[in-house]
RNA sequence: GCAGCAGUAGCUCAGUUGGUUAGAGCACUAGUUUGUGGAACUAGGGGUCGGUGGUUCGAAUCCACCCUGCUGUACCA
């Protein structure tokens, strides 16, 4: 190979991407297998969808642009324009569209999956992500709506969170719509920025949010956001209005009286939770995390939501004439591991192998039959994989956490034992071959 | 997108008002120990000082632009 210098790969990676390593992965795979656990618990079907769909099924369009709109990775194949999902909700709609005949209604689905965002990452927001949606299709019953936030609530609580570390809010978009329809709020640019600047209030505070419902507001950081201009009156009104803690939305009593069935205590009415989407047209929901977050220079970083979903009754109906209510959570997988590294020490059974050491590479068949003694008794082993003096095999396998080492040369040939060195005590101890696989059960 | 801060060895960072051959700790390699890890000591390797252009006799240091990272903010189907 030829190496120059000025043609050197980057060892960089892409804006946005990330290695993850084995602990953050090792309790990733406990958090999925709860999920799992849970999920047949409550009745709901596995799904896969691939991570490319044609870009206007996910609902982007690309009139006469370059490139479909932004926030989505997509190329072009010879006919059309390919993206990369950028969540699960949008996918299953397709799915069900594609397969409404054949599939039971309601239809419960959950989806592990990994989506990707072209946008800007913020702290523990990367531009790939894994995600965890569940969704009920095809009833316009809010039993549905109840359950998914109790299913929710019981896989945070079996990954080891406490009923104090989290809280479910609900609420209902159909508040808001009322509100707009009372205030004359109708053009579709005022009523969006009046959400989204209500969906700020548990960051902000309502002195600031009523600056983003007014004129417009500058942040600490000096830049400036155009407010949704409304009227002192009006905004008088929406605070009044989403201030109460008591609610005569009919979707909303419905729901906490399921909850009261169901003794689920852990949620929290909150007209204040808005959901920037669009498409949704019921309940809502969010789930918070009660305990603080840092990043890895240990700052404590806005961590908002784990995950949140809601009713979305037209989104199928975008395929075509279905009449197909539908109700749904996500969950953001990698930023609640992130989230639980830091809340609990996990012990995690990552056995890692005993090494046999090598002293003489004509010994390879000695070695490999200690080795497969071992490893058909379950005992995660290796023989050392590299060459050298015993010292650096002895520091690999301090380095990989090895629990033992076996020294197998000459002394040991004469005697037909072996010796195994524990490496946390450092005692070595002549065993049988015969012994070794429950000697060193004993110690790992 | 906007704003603030930052980018010097694999990692964490020092580098005085611009001045020889750019440093430290950790990590790595070798040795002190040719069959013994975590500790110590000795030696060694490793940098276009984020990039490009400019100012200057001379730039890690000053200026401009760009790239990347962190934080906040905006957007987020």
Same mark, same amino acid.
């Given at each position: 190979?030829?190496?120059?210098?000025?043609?050197?790969?980057?060892?960089?990676?892409?804006?946005?991407?990330?290695?993850?390593?084995? +602990?953050? *992965?090792?309790?990733?795979?406990?958090?999925?297998?709860?999920?799992?656990?849970?999920?047949?618990?409550?009745? /709901?079907?596995?799904? @896969?969808?691939?991570?490319?769909?044609? %870009? #206007? $099924?996910?609902?982007?369009?690309?009139?006469?642009?370059?490139?479909?709109?932004?926030? =989505?990775?997509?190329?072009?194949? !010879?006919?059309?324009?390919?993206?990369?999902?950028?969540?699960?909700?949008?996918?299953?709609?397709?799915?069900?569209?594609?397969?409404?005949?054949?599939?039971?209604?309601?239809?419960?689905?959950?989806?592990?999956? %990994? =989506?990707?965002?072209?946008?800007?990452?913020?702290?523990?927001?990367?531009?790939?992500?894994?995600?965890?949606?569940?969704?009920?299709?095809?009833?316009?019953?809010?039993?549905?709506?109840?359950?998914?936030?109790?299913?929710?609530?019981?896989?945070?609580?079996?990954?080891?969170?406490?009923?104090?570390?989290?809280?479910?809010?609900?609420?209902?978009?159909?508040?808001?719509?009322?509100?707009?329809?009372?205030?004359?709020?109708? $053009?579709? @640019?005022? $009523?969006?920025?009046?959400?989204?600047?209500?969906?700020?209030?548990?960051?902000?505070?309502?002195?600031? =949010?009523?600056? *983003?419902?007014?004129?417009?507001?500058? #942040?600490?950081?000096?830049?400036?956001?155009?407010?949704?201009?409304?009227?002192?009156?009006?905004?008088?009104?929406?605070?009044?209005?989403?201030?109460?803690?008591? %609610?005569?939305?009919?979707?909303?009593?419905?729901?906490?009286?399921? /909850?009261?069935?169901?003794?689920?205590?852990?949620?929290?009415?909150?007209?204040?939770?808005?959901?920037?989407?669009?498409?949704?047209?019921?309940?809502?929901?969010?789930?918070?995390?009660?305990?603080?977050?840092?990043?890895?220079?240990?700052?404590?970083?806005? /961590?908002?939501?784990?995950?949140?979903?809601?009713?979305?009754?037209?989104?199928? $109906?975008?395929?075509?004439? *279905?009449?197909?209510?539908?109700?749904?959570?996500?969950?953001?997988?990698?930023?609640?591991?992130?989230? *639980?590294?830091? +809340?609990? #020490?996990?012990?995690?059974?990552?056995?890692?192998?005993?090494?046999?050491?090598?002293?003489?590479?004509?010994?390879?068949?000695?070695?490999?039959?200690?080795?497969?003694?071992?490893?058909?008794?379950?005992?995660?082993?290796?023989?050392?994989?590299? @060459?050298?003096?015993?010292?650096?095999?002895?520091?690999?396998?301090?380095?990989?956490?090895?629990?033992? =080492?076996?020294?197998?040369?000459?002394? !040991?040939?004469?005697?037909?034992?072996?010796?195994?060195?524990?490496?946390?005590?450092?005692?070595?101890?002549?065993?049988?071959?015969? #012994?070794?696989?429950?000697?060193?059960?004993?110690?790992?």
């Amino acid at each position: 190979m030829v190496k120059d210098k000025k043609t050197k790969p980057s060892k960089e990676l892409p804006l946005g991407f990330i290695d993850r390593e084995e +602990k953050e *992965l090792l309790i990733r795979d406990f958090v999925i297998s709860n999920i799992k656990e849970v999920m047949i618990k409550y009745g /709901f079907q596995y799904l @896969e969808t691939p991570s490319f769909e044609y %870009t #206007d $099924s996910i609902g982007k369009f690309l009139p006469d642009k370059d490139r479909p709109d932004q926030g =989505v990775f997509s190329f072009k194949d !010879e006919r059309n324009w390919l993206s990369l999902r950028y969540d699960l909700t949008a996918p299953l709609a397709r799915y069900v569209a594609k397969n409404y005949m054949e599939l039971p209604k309601p239809f419960k689905r959950y989806q592990l999956g %990994t =989506v990707w965002r072209n946008e800007k990452p913020g702290p523990g927001r990367f531009r790939e992500f894994l995600q965890f949606d569940a969704d009920v299709v095809g009833t316009g019953n809010l039993q549905a709506d109840a359950e998914l936030c109790v299913l929710i609530s019981e896989i945070l609580e079996k990954c080891g969170l406490d009923v104090k570390d989290y809280t479910v809010k609900i609420s209902t978009r159909k508040l808001l719509d009322d509100l707009f329809k009372n205030l004359k709020i109708t $053009s579709r @640019e005022q $009523s969006l920025t009046t959400m989204r600047a209500l969906d700020k209030i548990d960051r902000l505070g309502w002195a600031e =949010v009523k600056k *983003l419902l007014g004129k417009g507001r500058k #942040d600490k950081s000096g830049d400036y956001t155009k407010g949704a201009n409304l009227t002192n009156d009006q905004i008088i009104e929406i605070e009044s209005k989403l201030n109460k803690k008591k %609610t005569d939305m009919e979707d909303i009593k419905e729901i906490l009286s399921i /909850f009261e069935a169901y003794n689920f205590k852990n949620y929290e009415y909150n007209p204040t939770i808005i959901r920037g989407l669009e498409y949704y047209t019921g309940p809502i929901f969010e789930v918070n995390l009660n305990f603080e977050v840092k990043n890895l220079k240990g700052q404590i970083i806005q /961590f908002g939501s784990i995950g949140g979903g809601g009713r979305y009754d037209n989104l199928v $109906s975008n395929f075509g004439n *279905l009449n197909c209510p539908a109700t749904g959570i996500s969950i953001g997988l990698d930023r609640l591991v992130f989230a *639980l590294m830091q +809340k609990k #020490d996990f012990k995690l059974e990552t056995s890692r192998p005993v090494v046999i050491c090598v002293f003489n590479t004509t010994k390879t068949k000695e070695y490999v039959q200690i080795l497969k003694k071992l490893r058909s008794s379950n005992i995660s082993a290796e023989i050392y994989p590299g @060459e050298g003096k015993l010292k650096k095999q002895m520091e690999y396998a301090n380095k990989i956490g090895s629990p033992a =080492v076996i020294l197998y040369g000459d002394d !040991e040939i004469k005697t037909g034992n072996v010796t195994l060195k524990n490496l946390e005590t450092g005692n070595e101890s002549s065993i049988k071959i015969e #012994d070794l696989a429950n000697e060193i059960k004993k110690i790992v």
